[in-house]
């Protein structure tokens, strides 16, 4: 297996594409802010504006031990220190205001000091001064993406996030989700259309409904029960030793684990009673597919979109490439036709093509805080 490093790669992938987003993951828990943030402003600078940095607080035991730890901090404690790497980065991202660098070799200027802020940040995990190395980014800020349906996920989302991945089983639940994290935006002195809630939609598709159950029944026969096994240890620990056609154990239930994903899955035990093998056949990427035509999906895609649950899809394909492109190649057209999406780009950065706008930094937004108070 090779997983290259991916704040490496997407500079190569930015040189080769003029439109696609570049999101790539970076822990909290085994980063620091001030690297982390020259390292996407970097890339948005080389892709013109289409960097995206998807915040995880790392939660491993094996990788804890990868970094000199012999666990990895408790989950409070790994959200707090999240909260606060985000806003020390976005503080660093905000330290030079558009125009800053004049490069006015006659004048003997490289840089307008009054359009750049030094930090000064001195909090509970961070202790970082600042200015950053890298000047004046196409989107402000590179998009910031999260996940996680936790008390703590759902405030440092509507807090921080542009964009939140979501996992919801139903529409009910994914209506629920999307008024409670936008319900939560206010306090934080931002609005709705500020965040794109964008739950993952795997679809399985066929040219009629029979093709497209034989091909999702195809991909369940794939799954070997040892990765079976392996997509449910961070909620169950090791069931190994159990039959796979007998009930998850008492003991078992909620154990270890991310706390929204094994949420979800705890709650389909107690209700549903699965066997082992039932269970991960169910709960795996495949396991939450919308199956049928191309009519089917979009139909499915355009009922949600409608009634309150989401600003768009993150589409989780179950093999690549022929996932992605059974979708664009027959899902796409249809949601075109009706006017669902589109049929060219809105702008050239990542921010302009999801219907963000650009962040005001810290430091105009305090000017302008002081001037509205002088006013009155």
């Known amino acids: 297996m090779i997983e290259l490093e991916p704040t490496m790669l997407l500079p190569a992938l930015a040189m080769v594409t003029s439109h696609i987003g570049l999101v790539t993951t970076a822990s909290t828990t085994y980063n620091e802010p001030y690297n982390l943030a020259r390292r996407f402003a970097t890339l948005d600078l080389i892709s013109k504006g289409r960097a995206g940095w998807n915040v995880v607080a790392s939660w491993s035991e094996h990788e804890a031990q990868n970094f000199g730890l012999e666990t990895t901090l408790d989950y409070d404690t790994r ?3 999240s909260a606060e790497f985000v806003d020390v980065v976005k503080g660093l991202w905000d330290g030079w205001d558009d125009g800053a660098l004049l490069l006015d070799k006659a004048g003997g200027r490289y840089f307008d000091e009054a359009k750049m802020h030094v930090l000064n940040h001195h909090g509970r995990f961070f202790k970082v001064r600042g200015p950053l190395s890298v000047a004046c980014m196409p989107q402000g800020h590179p998009v910031i993406v999260q996940a996680g349906a936790s008390e703590q996920g759902r405030e440092l989302g509507a807090a921080t996030a542009d964009v939140i991945y979501a996992i919801n089983g139903s529409l009910d639940a994914a209506r629920a989700y999307y008024d409670d994290v936008k319900g939560r935006m206010a306090k934080y002195g931002r609005e709705p259309d500020e965040l794109k809630i964008m739950p993952a939609f795997c679809p399985v598709l066929g040219r009629t409904r029979a093709e497209a159950q034989a091909k999702f029944d195809q991909l369940q026969e794939l799954i070997d029960p040892l990765a079976g096994l392996g997509s449910l240890y961070s909620t169950f620990g090791d069931l190994s030793g159990y039959p796979l056609d007998g009930p ?6 909620g154990k270890l684990g991310i706390r929204s994903i094994s949420a979800q899955l705890r709650e389909r035990v107690r209700k549903e009673k699965p066997t082992i093998r039932e269970l991960y056949l169910r ?4 396991g939450s597919a919308r199956i049928g035509t191309p009519t089917d999906i979009a139909d499915a895609m355009q009922e949600w979109f409608e009634n309150g649950t989401c600003d768009g899809f993150n589409i989780t394909p179950t093999h690549l490439p022929g996932g992605c492109e059974d979708f664009v190649e027959l899902v796409v057209p249809e949601l075109q036709r009706r006017g669902l999406f589109r049929t060219e780009y809105e702008g050239k950065t990542l921010r302009e093509n999801l219907g963000l706008k650009r962040p005001v930094s810290r430091y105009a937004a305090a000017g302008l805080d002081r001037n ?4 009155k």
Do not use: K
């Open 79 to 81: 959200y707090a220190r």
């Open 248 to 253: 998850v154990p008492e003991d078992a239930i």
């Open 283 to 286: 709960s795996g990427i495949t």
């Open 372 to 375: 509205l108070d002088a006013a």
